[in-house]
């Protein structure tokens, strides 16, 4: 009778503890609503897969649903953020164009953003240069006097080009700019011998034919510790970070590549949006990632050891909340993000004082420009991209 009543009592114990779990998983829950809507990337991008993953795990462990709506562009994966019918979006680099107001964003419609990360993917590809095998480059300064792909309305590609190019403390002045009307085109320009390099990210299936043909593919090294090569680029794009690829065309964990890299998917939202939900939202992504890390391509990269705190888009408070709590988050993290939440208002402040003067629609781009990088330096701060 001992027995049984210590293992009756041993039972007790063990519901009243489920009931508290039970209990505390609720409570956390509670902050996430019953459904949210998210944009990403096209449905065969990695980007769409992750999101769905993670919006699968969402409603299975929290009862979330996630509605992921495909983007064609960067314009239509933002606009909804931007007017308020999505809650998140799973972006690419445009996200710090939106935050910056430049590129596509710089105009009158647009402007500025108040962006917050949630977290980011940081996967084992890289982003640079792909160079034919048979050109003779074998370092960036090699690129000097080459023919390098320049694909028409994609300021993604264009800028990482010419940030490679910076490595070195080359321009577009000091190569041959061939342009092409797409990014397939610009690898196919390679392929046919009108071009010697094209920006990719390595793990790009168009490359497996660079890499096949006569010409073949190569990848020119960046030393992580050459200062002043990063310095250049970053000057030209502050978000790209030394990076080991261990996939992609002729790349491998045996045959690596020390070149560049930024993360994707980058999950953003508003600066409003509420910092409960957030703060848990972040939780789940963080200690749930055993549940989502194998069902997408890349979604590994979103592991709490592969963010980056200090990199060039302010954190959601919701996310700080949650860093400090496991103890993730630094004092620098801390008057880092505090310098880029600044740079936002300073940057919203001289859009709205510009857009003021009522400049025409063929002056706005310019004029903006213009204006963006005077309050930039009258506040001490790096222009970055122009």
């Given at each position: 009778?001992?027995?049984?009543?210590?293992?009756?009592?041993?039972?007790?114990?063990?519901?009243?503890?489920?009931?508290?779990?039970?209990i505390a998983t609720s409570a956390g829950a509670?902050?996430?609503?019953?459904?949210?809507?998210?944009?990403?990337?096209?449905?065969?991008?990695?980007?769409?897969?992750?999101?769905?993953?993670?919006?699968?795990?969402?409603?299975?462990?929290?009862?979330?649903?996630?509605?992921?709506?495909?983007?064609?562009?960067?314009?239509?994966?933002?606009?909804?953020?931007?007017?308020?019918?999505?809650?998140?979006?799973?972006?690419?680099?445009?996200?710090?164009?939106?935050?910056?107001?430049?590129?596509?964003?710089?105009?009158?419609d647009w402007g500025p953003q108040p962006l917050?990360?949630?977290?980011?993917?940081?996967?084992?590809?890289?982003?640079?240069?792909?160079?034919?095998?048979?050109?003779?480059?074998?370092?960036?300064?090699?690129?000097?006097?080459?023919?390098?792909?320049?694909?028409?309305?994609?300021?993604?590609?264009?800028?990482?080009?010419?940030?490679?190019?910076?490595?070195?403390?080359?321009?577009?002045?000091?190569?041959?700019?061939?342009?092409?009307?797409?990014?397939?085109?610009?690898?196919?320009?390679?392929?046919?011998?009108?071009?010697?390099?094209?920006?990719?990210?390595?793990?790009?299936?168009?490359?497996?034919?660079?890499?096949?043909?006569?010409?073949?593919?190569?990848?020119?090294?960046?030393?992580?510790?050459?200062?002043?090569?990063?310095?250049?680029?970053?000057?030209?794009?502050?978000?790209?970070?030394?990076?080991?690829?261990?996939?992609?065309?002729?790349?491998?964990?045996?045959?690596?590549?020390?070149?560049?890299?930024?993360?994707?998917?980058?999950?953003?939202?508003?600066?409003?949006?509420?910092?409960?939900?957030?703060?848990?939202?972040?939780?789940?992504?963080?200690?749930?990632?055993?549940?989502?890390?194998?069902?997408?391509?890349?979604?590994?990269?979103?592991?709490?050891?592969?963010?980056?705190?200090?990199?060039?888009?302010?954190?959601?408070?919701?996310?700080?909340?949650?860093?400090?709590?496991?103890?993730?988050?630094?004092?620098?993290?801390?008057?880092?993000?505090?310098?880029?939440?600044?740079?936002?208002?300073?940057?919203?402040?001289?859009?709205?004082?510009?857009?003021?003067?009522?400049?025409?629609?063929?002056?706005?781009?310019?004029?903006?420009?213009?204006?963006?990088?005077?309050?930039?330096?009258?506040?001490?701060?790096?222009?970055?991209?122009?």
């Open positions: 009778m001992h027995i049984s009543r210590t293992g009756n009592f041993g039972k007790a114990i063990a519901v009243a503890a489920g009931l508290v779990a039970g509670a902050d996430l609503p019953k459904s949210l809507i998210w944009t990403a990337y096209g449905t065969t991008s990695s980007g769409y897969a992750q999101s769905v993953a993670m919006g699968n795990m969402l409603k299975n462990e929290y009862g979330t649903s996630i509605r992921v709506l495909p983007g064609k562009n960067d314009i239509s994966r933002m606009t909804p953020l931007k007017v308020g019918k999505a809650d998140y979006c799973a972006c690419g680099i445009a996200s710090y164009f939106g935050q910056e107001g430049v590129m596509q964003f710089a105009t009158p917050r990360v949630i977290m980011t993917s940081k996967g084992s590809f890289g982003l640079g240069l792909a160079v034919a095998g048979d050109a003779g480059i074998k370092t960036p300064a090699d690129l000097k006097g080459k023919r390098i792909a320049w694909v028409r309305g994609s300021d993604a590609l264009n800028i990482g080009a010419e940030a490679m190019m910076a490595f070195a403390g080359l321009t577009w002045d000091d190569v041959t700019k061939v342009e092409f009307p797409g990014f397939k085109d610009s690898i196919d320009g390679v392929i046919n011998g009108q071009a010697d390099a094209a920006f990719s990210s390595t793990v790009s299936p168009h490359l497996k034919r660079l890499a096949a043909s006569p010409r073949g593919i190569t990848w020119t090294p960046m030393a992580a510790d050459d200062a002043k090569g990063w310095s250049q680029l970053n000057g030209v794009a502050p978000y790209f970070s030394p990076t080991k690829a261990v996939v992609g065309a002729e790349i491998s964990k045996d045959k690596p590549w020390n070149g560049a890299g930024y993360p994707y998917p980058i999950l953003v939202t508003n600066a409003p949006r509420s910092a409960d939900e957030v703060y848990t939202l972040t939780k789940a992504l963080v200690e749930k990632h055993d549940a989502y890390k194998d069902n997408a391509p890349g979604a590994k990269g979103w592991h709490i050891d592969s963010q980056s705190f200090e990199w060039i888009l302010p954190y959601h408070e919701g996310a700080v909340k949650y860093f400090k709590e496991i103890g993730k988050w630094s004092d620098a993290a801390q008057a880092h993000n505090d310098g880029l939440i600044k740079r936002q208002d300073v940057l919203m402040k001289a859009y709205a004082a510009y857009k003021a003067t009522n400049p025409s629609d063929d002056e706005f781009k310019a004029g903006w420009s213009a204006a963006r990088i005077k309050a930039l330096e009258a506040a001490g701060l790096p222009v970055g991209v122009k």
